[in-house]
């Protein structure tokens, strides 16, 4: 079946280190994938996303490469800041169904001053 | 501000009660959707609708209902048959009625049956 394996949280971090959240995937098609945040007490927003393999997606100085050799996303950040501390999901939707989107369980980053 | 209301935030429930939840979006999009979210978990679809007066089930309908009388609004109504109630629930639009990923999320309802 088609699915979204995220690393486990949560993910303590210092201020300006350097992050990553691994994200892998199975999918009997060809997916978009995405990254989507989720801050304390809201809903998710979309962070960045790509639809093809190679492509690079990037925004707020996040950074997910669609690697389709290794079925990877993986969100990285060159240096991390408190404001990042939230709950990141990894997704994905194939081009032939009409209506789900695929999420991972999410991680937890928890960056300290 | 253009975006996705839901309303209430946090509601309490008896066991055997059924409880509506309300999601209002203005942004003109087609397609509305229903996701339960448990902690740990993804989130798992509900129900999603793609157009005025018709909807679909999700991988977790049992127990819920909806309706999608205008284009603007999907309330999710939790049954007394939903076994496991208490969570988040998460509303969401997307533009066109083809997901193409890219969704609008409201900030959630929490619903804890006590």
């Known amino acids: 079946g088609n699915s979204v394996t995220q690393m486990e949280g949560p993910v303590t971090l210092s201020e300006e280190a350097f992050l990553t959240i691994n994200c892998t995937y199975t999918?009997?098609?060809?997916?978009?994938l995405f990254w989507y945040v989720q801050y304390p007490g809201e809903g998710l927003q979309l962070l960045l996303k790509?639809?093809?393999?190679?492509d690079k997606g990037s925004n707020k100085g996040f950074e997910a490469t669609y690697r389709k050799e290794t079925t990877s996303f993986h969100l990285e950040k060159g240096s991390v800041q408190v404001s990042d501390s939230a709950v990141y999901f990894c997704?994905?939707?194939?081009?032939?169904?009409?209506?789900?989107?695929?999420f991972g369980s999410g991680t937890r980053l928890l960056v300290r001053p | 501000d253009g975006g996705i209301t839901q309303s209430p935030k946090y509601l309490f429930r008896k066991e055997g009660q059924n409880v509506t939840l309300s999601c209002e979006q203005n942004?003109?999009?087609?397609?509305m959707y229903w996701y339960r979210q448990d902690p740990g978990q993804g989130l798992r679809l509900i129900y999603y609708s793609q157009i005025v007066n018709d909807f679909q089930k999700g991988d977790i309908a049992e127990g819920y209902s909806v309706s999608r009388e205008k284009k603007e609004s999907f309330p999710l109504t939790v049954t007394s048959a939903q076994k496991n109630p208490t969570a988040f629930y998460l509303c969401a639009s997307s533009i066109r009625a083809t997901n193409t990923g890219e969704l609008f999320f409201g900030e959630g309802s929490r619903l804890t049956v006590l």
């Open positions: 942004l003109n999009h087609d397609a």
């Open positions: 997704a994905l939707v194939l081009r032939d169904s009409s209506y789900k989107l695929i």
């Open positions: 790509a639809t093809k393999a190679d």
């Open positions: 999918a009997t098609g060809y997916p978009s």
